[in-house]
């Protein structure tokens, strides 16, 4: 295992930025809005996530709710700039002009004249090359300001660097303990190539919170499992994507600033990796 954490870790809040590419900054914690229901739920978790200070929101096409997420912006308050907005372009939608087009519609629905970053969400075979030189003309353009990938493991990654004219800015997947070291190759393939790596699923989807480890690192630190498992993510250097849609919880899984995890209880937690996979396993895909 040779991955380490990251020491860049300085942040002190969940708008504080890892540098990517090309001078673009990204908040280290973005709400998620995967499985957040269109409609009012997803436009209040937005509000209550940068009420609470997050300044970057993960969406998707597939996800069907990019125009929550644009509304939720707008009723902020904030301005434009000082949000974050992924989204990913969906399986249907590979090769050059579908990518070009679906990257339209979803900027219209989100109502944005730019996305800040612009992932393809799937290694759908096939049409990986002129769907990355379509991702290349969105950012060459200025219409994204970052580009990278999702779910692309070591091999996936190793075809796009042999291919790709500008690199991914960003590489994203799930991780949390219960998977870390095993995804250690594509950590460090990202890594060595200047790519950014973003933790999806950091809080397994729920599935581990009461884990008996977990739960008595968190009794420590008088906090929740969730906090442990966001803080965990940071300093192994990621981008964390947590997802709610309570108010309250959105609030409490920024709140990792005011503690840190010793070597002991990341060796700890790195040690309980079960190779869980809670969705779909890319590692799978050719
Ligand atoms: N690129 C991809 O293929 C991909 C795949 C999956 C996910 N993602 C991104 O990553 C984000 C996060 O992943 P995820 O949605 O799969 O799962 P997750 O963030 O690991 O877990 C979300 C679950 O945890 C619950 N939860 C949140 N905070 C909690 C807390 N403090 N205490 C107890 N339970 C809590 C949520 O319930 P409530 O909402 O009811 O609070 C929800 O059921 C997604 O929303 C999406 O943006 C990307």
Redesign the pocket.
Known sequence: MSTSPDPRHTSTGPADTLPLRDGVEIPVIGL?????PAGRATQQAVIAALDAGYRHI???AVYGNEADVGHGLRASGLDRDQVFITT?LWNADHGYQPTLDAFERSRRQLGVDHIDLYLV??PVPGTREETWRAMEHLLETGKARAIGV??YMAHHLEELLGYAQHLPSVN?F?ISPYNFRSRADVVDLSRKNGIQVEA???????RK?DDPPLVRIAEAHGC?T?QVLIRWALQQGLVV??????AD?IA??ADVFGFALTEDEMETLDALDENLV??WDPTTTP
């Open positions: 998620g809005v995967f499985r957040s993960d969406t998707a990913k969400h799937w999702s779910n994203q799930e999806y699923s950091p809080l397994t989807k729920g919170l929740s969730a994507l947590p997802k709610s849609t309570h919880r409490g899984n809670t969705a």
